[in-house]
């Protein structure tokens, strides 16, 4: 396809994820016992066949760098093309920190300048979804489009975390409006944007020296008069963990549901991600593991069920997890009791101690390192 990637992988999220990315840009954070974020975003751009991809994070990044190390486990290891991975310029003078979605791209305007493909593919970083690119872009010619922005019809959800479209007939936007406390319609953005790269390079040149750092509230807003903006209409499973904690929780919990994890990993093309030589995963006399995602090196002698569990997993004797998620590294002492919890990456709890979230909706979160 002759259209490039970029994902924005800045990492903020205006601290709604708290002690889950103090450390770690959102999209690092761990999935479904074996994924990042951003590897889905990254197979949906190489499965949709776009072959040149730039990451710009800022916050946090060290974790999603190394993460992106090597770039051929999502088929970007090649000579023309690949995976470009852009932070913020920083030199002896000063840094120049993103201010904005608009303004990470325009700061690295020569990725767009150097490249020749006729369209460009916008995503986020933290959206967890299989998507083929390629009907976007397909929709956005046979419209004539100069942006087409995906949405899903989200009716019934929380929306106030979403832009919010009105669209006519033909799908044409008329009106957008960023996290309204009432919706006008259930039709949320899922920052998916398709535009020509001509056409990016020309309005971000234009918008961002005036001060206009958003592609949203600078560009899409602004000009959903003048330029023809159209909805495409994404029908498959989406969610987003950067919203809040909840999210995040219900996003790993919905892998325990067959029909979400079959689309991820057994309905081709699959979902890549960097992988860990670990043995597999141990139950050992008197571990009662159900309805579980593990990952691979954890070892069980007690009983878990219903939770995602990540790799180098240890829960000793007696010891009972439920609702929960274990992140890498986690270690269970004996007889403790862990429940509507998520416990960060290389979390100890010791003999005897009990973790109990009030509920699914509000798990307890541990952070990172943290000795109980």
Same mark, same amino acid.
């Given at each position: 396809? /002759?259209?490039?990637?970029?994902?924005?992988?800045?990492?903020?999220?205006?601290?709604?994820?708290?002690?889950?990315?103090?450390?770690?840009?959102?999209?690092?954070?761990?999935?479904?016992?074996?994924?990042?974020?951003?590897?889905?975003?990254?197979?949906?751009?190489?499965? $949709?066949?776009?072959?040149?991809?730039?990451?710009?994070?800022?916050?946090?990044?060290?974790?999603?760098?190394?993460?992106?190390?090597?770039? /051929?486990?999502?088929?970007?290891?090649? #000579?023309?093309?690949? +995976?470009?991975?852009?932070?913020?310029?920083?030199?002896?003078?000063?840094?120049?920190?993103?201010?904005?979605?608009?303004?990470?791209?325009?700061?690295?305007? &020569?990725? +767009?300048?150097? $490249?020749?493909?006729?369209?460009?593919?916008?995503?986020?970083?933290?959206?967890?979804?299989?998507?083929?690119?390629?009907?976007?872009?397909?929709?956005?010619?046979?419209?004539?489009?100069?942006?087409?922005?995906?949405?899903?019809?989200?009716?019934?959800?929380?929306?106030?975390?979403?832009?919010?479209?009105?669209?006519?007939?033909?799908?044409?936007?008329?009106?957008?409006?960023?996290?309204?406390?009432?919706?006008? &319609?259930?039709?949320?953005?899922?920052?998916?944007?398709?535009?020509?790269? =001509?056409?990016?390079?020309?309005?971000? *040149? =234009?918008?961002?020296?005036?001060?206009?750092?958003?592609?949203?509230?600078?560009?899409?807003?602004?000009?959903?008069?003048?330029?023809?903006?159209?909805?495409?209409?994404? #029908?498959?499973?989406?969610?987003?963990?950067?919203?809040?904690?909840?999210?995040?929780?219900?996003?790993?919990?919905?892998? +325990?549901?067959?029909?979400?994890?079959?689309?991820?990993?057994?309905?081709?093309?699959?979902?890549?991600? =960097?992988? #860990?030589?670990?043995?597999?995963?141990?139950?050992?006399?008197?571990?009662?593991?159900?309805?579980?995602?593990?990952?691979?090196?954890?070892?069980?002698?007690? #009983?878990?069920?219903? $939770?995602?569990?990540?790799?180098?997993?240890? &829960?000793?004797?007696?010891?009972?997890?439920?609702?929960?998620?274990?992140?890498?590294?986690?270690?269970?002492?004996?007889?403790?009791?862990?429940?509507?919890?998520?416990?960060? /990456?290389?979390?100890?709890?010791?003999?005897? *101690?009990?973790?109990?979230?009030?509920?699914?909706?509000?798990?307890?979160?541990? /952070?990172?390192?943290?000795?109980?």
């Amino acid at each position: 396809m /002759k259209a490039i990637g970029i994902i924005l992988a800045g990492g903020n999220n205006d601290g709604r994820l708290g002690a889950l990315t103090e450390q770690r840009a959102s999209a690092a954070l761990p999935i479904g016992s074996c994924y990042r974020a951003i590897d889905f975003t990254l197979s949906n751009m190489s499965n $949709s066949g776009i072959g040149k991809v730039a990451v710009l994070t800022q916050y946090n990044s060290r974790s999603l760098r190394d993460h992106l190390t090597s770039s /051929k486990w999502w088929d970007f290891g090649r #000579k023309q093309g690949g +995976l470009f991975v852009f932070t913020p310029y920083t030199s002896s003078t000063g840094n120049d920190w993103f201010r904005g979605t608009a303004d990470s791209i325009y700061q690295n305007m &020569t990725y +767009l300048m150097r $490249s020749n493909e006729e369209y460009v593919v916008i995503a986020s970083g933290d959206s967890i979804y299989k998507m083929d690119y390629r009907d976007a872009v397909n929709y956005h010619i046979q419209k004539g489009a100069d942006i087409t922005v995906v949405y899903q019809n989200m009716e019934g959800r929380d929306l106030s975390y979403f832009g919010i479209m009105q669209l006519d007939e033909e799908q044409r936007l008329l009106g957008f409006e960023e996290k309204p406390e009432q919706a006008q &319609t259930s039709s949320a953005s899922l920052g998916i944007y398709i535009i020509s790269r =001509k056409l990016l390079i020309e309005l971000l *040149q =234009k918008v961002v020296p005036q001060g206009g750092y958003g592609l949203v509230k600078d560009i899409i807003i602004p000009f959903r008069s003048s330029l023809k903006i159209y909805g495409y209409e994404f #029908k498959g499973y989406w969610s987003t963990i950067g919203t809040s904690v909840s999210d995040y929780f219900a996003t790993n919990m919905d892998f +325990l549901k067959k029909e979400v994890r079959d689309i991820f990993v057994r309905q081709y093309p699959f979902i890549e991600t =960097k992988p #860990k030589d670990e043995p597999p995963a141990k139950y050992n006399a008197g571990a009662e593991v159900s309805d579980t995602i593990v990952g691979s090196g954890a070892i069980f002698n007690g #009983k878990v069920e219903h $939770s995602v569990v990540f790799r180098k997993v240890y &829960t000793a004797e007696d010891s009972v997890v439920r609702n929960s998620i274990l992140m890498e590294g986690t270690r269970i002492g004996k007889g403790c009791v862990i429940e509507n919890a998520i416990l960060d /990456k290389d979390v100890e709890i010791s003999d005897g *101690q009990r973790v109990i979230g009030k509920s699914m909706q509000e798990p307890v979160v541990l /952070k990172k390192g943290t000795k109980l």
